[in-house]
């Protein structure tokens, strides 16, 4: 760990590999403790989730989707966070999902804990109630959950429980969703859709631009520890030039990812890059950029 | 927005019961009724779908439903090919919809799918061209409309009416697709006391949410119910930790003559099969004059005609 850091790591992660042994995790903890390194994890109980597609919740129980209880996430993080309180590992706790999880976060923060947290843009504006369709396109790892979890994410997005705001980018074959729900596999294309999802968060919610913009640069850029994310003179020119009030669709016409298994197809986005700068130099232009 | 319901309101897929207004299901109930006679007579066939395609696309195995359905197809005049399709690993979406292109191909007009994924009906409607209607026969936990509306006939042909009506369903919830599409016949239609009885580990979450009583004791559910129907426990329960052991499910929740008692002098049992006789329900019960069992076989057949007949209607012929 030590080594790969001197390598220019910046965290340790199973990514969304199941952590299954907590013996394996005490000893990950006391480890990057030693030299003052964190771990991302994304805490879903395997055991719980076995087998779900869907949130367990009124929805999938009406359309007999095997669901995945909040409880394996709340379970999952209380394992953490008691690991995390023991060892004093700085961890980062991806693609939290529930109400209660976000609460016990929120505890967490409050009693001193090196803790950060990140949600997915999908998770911010969906919910259970938009399965009914048995679109795969909805099926997502962690489940979209219920309209309460849904508003108590977009509400910790304010308060500053959450610390970051992530697309959770999972571009999967449309063959692989071109199947029905159950059998799909999880995940959906969302880089392209990260800046118009948050900036469509902070107008329904009244939050100022430069906070929402925060949530997509300088704060995971500090969790990860890179100097990044902020205009400052002698800082790096790593720069986005963006149109708040650009009206696009979402389609496959205008993604650039060939990913287009999205849950927002055809849905009106506010909001388009027109340039990407890197270092100073443009890299990436959008087609009919001013 | 339901996507099994024409501008106009008439049936142009059956999916689920979950939506369906009062008016279609009173509408499939008589013209179930007026099917009746149908296999009474000595020709045991009326044209109304002469010339028609349709397949019984079986992704799962099914004994009543497959057969009632060629029956009632064949009683129309249609002409019916039946595909058993093993379930197996490699029956993936993509070969379903290969599947469902080449049956297309040879100018199907119906499809009857039994799939054990949950929306698999759906997913096929939505790929279909628009003058071919999708039957839904069951699909996972979800839904198995045919079903419940051969339920709410045989309820309605014992009972007469849905308005007075306790109807107790006692089992595996959880799993069922049958129960699911019984409890939204049963609200739908009026019924004003619908009752799961089962234990927590057989109930979805939230199942309060479709209009149902929940009971986790077999004698207070069966109080006073006019209408039993019970559920098929699979074996497989026993092994995800959901239950202790079969004889203990039919020890608290199985249906014997004793417990039948509890409910009206007068309550009529159904299920939707296959049973496991001592397991959910004990033979002496299962084989009693309470038991409407068989009849709900029998009624399968004009409801079966029904659908198809009414789905027919709604295309151009
Ligand atoms: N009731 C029912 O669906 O039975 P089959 O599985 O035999 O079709």
């Not at chain 2, 949950?118 to 279909?128: E, L, N, P, T, Y």
Request: proline fraction near 5%; hydrophobic fraction near 45%; aromatic fraction near 4%.
């Amino acid at each position: 760990m030590a080594e790969l850091t001197e390598a220019g790591c910046r965290a340790f992660t199973q990514a969304d590999a199941p952590m299954t042994d907590n013996q394996v995790l005490l000893r990950a903890m006391e480890y990057a403790s030693t030299f003052g390194l964190s771990l991302w994890l994304r805490p879903q109980d395997v055991s719980l989730a076995h087998g779900g597609v869907a949130h367990d919740g009124a929805v999938a129980s009406r359309l007999g989707l095997p669901g995945i209880p909040a409880l394996a996430e709340t379970v999952a993080l209380a394992t953490i966070l008691q690991l995390a309180r023991e060892t004093g590992a700085r961890v980062h706790l991806a693609r939290l999902s529930t109400s209660e999880g976000l609460a016990m976060v929120r505890a967490a923060k409050a009693q001193g804990l090196a803790v950060t947290c990140d949600v997915a843009s999908p998770h911010v504006h969906l919910s259970e109630n938009d399965l009914i369709s048995f679109d795969s396109h909805l099926h997502l790892v962690p489940p979209l959950r219920s309209l309460r979890d849904r508003d108590a994410i977009r509400e910790a997005l304010r308060d500053g429980t959450i610390d970051a705001l992530c697309s959770d980018h999972t571009p999967v074959d449309e063959d692989v969703k071109q199947v029905p729900f159950g059998e799909s596999a999880p995940g959906a294309s969302g880089v392209e859709l990260l800046l118009p999802l948050t900036l469509k968060w902070a107008r329904e919610m009244d939050v100022p631009l430069m906070q929402a913009i925060g949530l997509i640069s300088w704060k995971p850029a500090q969790i990860l520890g890179v100097p990044a994310g902020t205009l400052a003179v002698g800082g790096w020119a790593d720069l986005c030039v963006f149109d708040e009030a650009a009206e696009w669709i979402v389609g496959p016409r205008t993604l650039t990812s060939q990913g287009n298994n999205t849950p927002f197809l055809n849905h009106l986005m506010l909001g388009r890059v027109h340039y990407t700068l890197i270092d100073g130099h443009i890299d990436f232009e959008a087609p009919h950029s001013p | 927005m339901n996507p099994q319901l024409t501008q106009d309101g008439r049936l142009r897929h059956l999916l689920t019961l979950d939506g369906l207004p009062r008016a279609t299901l009173m509408e499939i109930l008589d013209t179930a009724e007026s099917f009746m006679d149908v296999g009474e007579r000595e020709v045991k066939k009326v044209p109304l779908l002469r010339g028609k395609s349709i397949f019984n696309l079986f992704f799962e195995p099914s004994t009543r439903t497959r057969t009632t359905f060629e029956i009632a197809a064949k009683r129309l005049s249609a002409d019916v090919v039946n595909l058993n399709i093993a379930t197996s690993s490699q029956t993936k979406g993509e070969a379903i919809l290969d599947t469902v292109d080449n049956l297309a191909a040879m100018h199907a007009d119906m499809f009857i799918v039994r799939h054990s994924q949950s929306g698999a009906a759906h997913f096929i409607a939505r790929h279909v061209a628009p003058h071919i209607s999708v039957v839904n026969a069951g699909d996972g936990r979800h839904a198995h409309p045919t079903q419940g509306l051969l339920d709410m006939f045989t309820i309605r042909r014992f009972k007469g009416a849905f308005h007075n009506l306790t109807v107790g369903i006692v089992g595996d919830v959880l799993h069922s697709r049958v129960a699911r599409s019984q409890i939204h016949a049963l609200t739908t239609l009026g019924v004003p006391e619908v009752r799961v009885i089962a234990p927590k580990t057989l109930l979805p979450a939230g199942v309060e949410q479709m209009g149902v009583k929940v009971f986790h004791n077999l004698d207070a559910g069966l109080a006073g119910c006019d209408v039993v129907i019970m559920l098929r426990l699979q074996n497989e329960r026993m092994k995800g930790a959901r239950l202790p052991s079969a004889q203990e499910y039919f020890k608290f929740f199985g249906l014997t003559s004793e417990k039948l008692a509890l409910a009206k002098p007068d309550a009529i049992v159904m299920h939707p099969g296959p049973m496991n006789r001592g397991v959910e329900i004990d033979s002496e019960v299962a084989d009693g004059p309470q038991s409407v069992i068989l009849p709900q076989v029998t009624y399968g057949i004009a409801v079966r005609m029904a659908v198809m007949a009414l789905l027919a209607g709604g295309t151009a012929a």
